[in-house]
């Protein structure tokens, strides 16, 4: 695309169309992501908090069964029986028969004596007087106490639940240990993924439960402290370089926190998966639309091109021929004034040439003079006559018309006019003429026309000492008349080749080419009904052909 103007329009088209077929789709795919991940994020916050709701619910449950269980226990039995350790070793069979949770049971009076144990640390733990223990003025004070985990004798995690029993005036507690394995359980079954994580806290956010990376059992855990949250949450944190999910709910039987920890990322997988697969496919599209917007717009500018250079061709030639019928006219007319006094004068020196032989001057010493005189001006008569001849025939010439053409005879037309040019060069012009060439009809102005053009070329190419060679023949086969003109000039190079009869096509200096000759050339052998062709090698030299038909 040379015009810049051409350019420009290019450019406009192709950001307007990408402009306006990439925006609305980025408009489009952002706006779908955006509802599909807030609803998505919704999704995985309700579920997260659905699940803490219902391991905060199995807990309690658990917890309120097992008070429930040793809270019938010691309202049901009386003091006196279960101090019988026969008849509470039964009583722990049984309830290790339910739930083997139960790690031992112990019978404690109001001033914190054990009275009565059942477990495997008899010897150690029955003379023990739990009085100044803080779970003893629990259970005192409100009725059940729940500990904190603890380790113990075995070091295993396990916490106790003591429930107070009164019988008259008299009070005493049934104490049980209970295993921590299966609240560990229950926990454990909201550690999703690969990299979810669930455990409990107690009010000094101590670790009650293990949990899978966020620190160890009795210890602080690796998370936001939760021990003093209230209700049911869900929130996203920014916690040791990584964004986290954090979802707790609080115990009802006991003021310890569940926390479940969750990997955004892991849980937005699959939206961030579909994400990954709709932008690849929106960056494919985006590709073929700026693609197709190139290419389309390319042909488009191309056929424009193409157009305005046709439109400028036949604009010119238009121009030019209007121009060459003016200076026809004009030829014809000075041509025309001119040929009646040379008529005159060719008429005289006629008529003095045969004074010269009637009269008997031959005597007259000056006679030579006289007779080489009258032949001189009767030559000169005849080259003024040759050539107002042919400027009426350049005058008719420019009117298209059917005439009987000798192209031989045209071709010696065109060389005469550039015969001095060539000498001047020191350029040999050969011809090389089919004797029986037939006549054609044609129009031999507009033949002359494109002889000139090519010879110019050709004299312009060997710029000087050189030769032309021109040759006519008759193809039988296809009944045409052919006319070769082959310089031994530099030669076109294959990428000049290709436009040489584009308009305005020229390789020559400002002023010495307008590359409108091979232009108007190409169109009128295609009036004419014939075919130019062109034949080059760098170095060796150019033929031009031309076809025309012969009848
Ligand atoms: P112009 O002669 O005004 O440049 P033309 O249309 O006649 O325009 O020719 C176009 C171009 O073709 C020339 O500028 C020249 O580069 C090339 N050309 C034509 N004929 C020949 C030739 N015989 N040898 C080498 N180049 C040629």
């Known amino acids: 695309m040379q015009q810049p103007y051409l350019k420009k329009i290019w450019w406009e088209i192709v950001i307007s169309i990408i402009i306006f077929s990439i925006l609305p789709l980025f408009v489009l795919g952002f706006f779908i992501y955006h509802q599909f991940s807030v609803s998505y994020s919704g999704k995985i916050t309700d579920s997260l908090k659905t699940l803490a709701e219902n391991r905060q619910g199995a807990l309690d449950l658990f917890f309120e069964e097992r008070v429930a269980q040793l809270t019938t226990l010691a309202g049901t039995q009386n003091l006196e029986k279960?101090?019988?350790?026969?008849?509470?070793?039964?009583?722990?069979?049984?309830?290790?028969?339910r739930s083997r949770s139960y790690m031992d049971l112990g019978v404690i009076d109001q001033d914190g004596a054990h009275l009565a144990y059942v477990g495997p640390y008899y010897n150690i733990l029955k003379g023990v007087n739990y009085k100044?223990?803080?779970?003893?003025?629990?259970?005192?004070?409100?009725?059940?106490?729940?500990?904190?985990?603890?380790?113990?004798?075995?070091?295993?995690?396990?916490?106790?639940?003591?429930?107070?029993?009164?019988?008259?005036?008299?009070?005493?507690?049934?104490?049980?240990?209970?295993?921590?394995?299966?609240?560990?359980?229950?926990?454990?079954?909201?550690?999703?993924?690969?990299?979810?994580?669930?455990?409990?806290?107690?009010?000094?956010?101590?670790?009650?439960?293990?949990?899978?990376?966020?620190?160890?059992l009795l210890e602080k855990p690796k998370a936001p402290d939760y021990s003093w949250t209230i209700g049911t949450n869900v929130e996203e944190v920014y916690f040791e370089g990584q964004n986290f999910l954090f979802g707790t709910a609080v115990l009802k039987n006991k003021r310890w926190v569940l926390v479940i920890k969750e990997d955004p990322a892991e849980q937005l997988s699959p939206l961030l998966h579909a994400r990954d697969i709709a932008a690849t496919i929106g960056f494919g599209g985006v590709v073929l639309i700026i693609l197709g917007a190139?290419?389309?717009?390319?042909?488009?500018?191309?056929?424009?091109?193409?157009?305005?250079?046709?439109?400028?061709?036949?604009?010119?030639?238009?121009?030019?021929?209007?121009?060459?019928?003016?200076?026809?006219?004009?030829?014809?007319?000075?041509?025309?004034?001119?040929?009646?006094?040379?008529?005159?004068?060719?008429?005289?020196?006629?008529?003095?040439?045969?004074?010269?032989?009637?009269?008997?001057?031959?005597?007259?010493?000056?006679?030579?003079?006289?007779?080489?005189?009258?032949?001189?001006i009767e030559f000169h008569v005849n080259r003024a006559k040759k050539i107002t001849h042919r400027l009426l025939s350049f005058g008719r010439r420019l009117e298209p018309v059917t005439e009987k053409v000798d192209v031989n005879l045209t071709l010696d037309e065109a060389i005469d006019f550039l015969e001095n040019e060539a000498r001047y060069r020191s350029i040999d012009i050969q011809t090389d003429f089919?004797?029986?060439?037939?006549?054609?009809?044609?129009?031999?102005?507009?033949?002359?026309?494109?002889?000139?053009n090519i010879l110019n070329n050709a004299i312009d190419a060997i710029v000087k000492n050189g030769q032309i060679i021109i040759k006519t023949y008759f193809i039988s086969k296809s009944n045409r008349v052919a006319i070769e003109i082959a310089d031994y000039g530099p030669g076109i190079p294959k990428e000049v080749l290709d436009k040489i009869f584009d308009p305005f096509f020229t390789t020559k200096d400002v002023g010495r080419g307008t590359g409108l000759g091979l232009s108007i050339s190409y169109s009128i052998i295609e009036k004419l009904g014939g075919r130019i062709m062109v034949a080059s090698e760098v170095g060796q030299g150019t033929t031009f052909t031309i076809y025309l038909p012969a009848a």
């Open 132 to 216: 100044n223990e803080d779970w003893f003025d629990g259970v005192m004070a409100s009725g059940i106490y729940i500990s904190d985990v603890f380790l113990g004798f075995r070091k295993v995690p396990h916490f106790i639940i003591a429930v107070l029993a009164r019988e008259g005036s008299k009070v005493w507690i049934l104490r049980a240990t209970i295993d921590s394995d299966i609240i560990e359980k229950i926990v454990q079954a909201a550690q999703v993924g690969r990299s979810g994580d669930a455990f409990l806290v107690n009010r000094a956010n101590i670790l009650q439960t293990s949990p899978r990376f966020s620190g160890k």
């Open 294 to 376: 190139v290419f389309t717009t390319r042909a488009m500018m191309r056929e424009l091109q193409a157009m305005e250079r046709k439109r400028a061709a036949s604009e010119d030639m238009a121009v030019q021929s209007s121009k060459m019928a003016a200076l026809g006219k004009m030829a014809a007319g000075i041509a025309h004034e001119i040929n009646n006094p040379l008529a005159v004068i060719g008429e005289k020196a006629g008529w003095m040439k045969d004074l010269l032989k009637k009269e008997d001057l031959s005597v007259s010493k000056n006679f030579q003079e006289f007779a080489d005189s009258v032949n001189r």
């Open 82 to 97: 279960l101090k019988d350790e026969g008849y509470l070793n039964k009583v722990f069979n049984i309830l290790q028969a």
């Open 434 to 452: 089919a004797e029986d060439l037939p006549v054609i009809q044609s129009d031999s102005g507009q033949l002359q026309q494109v002889f000139l």
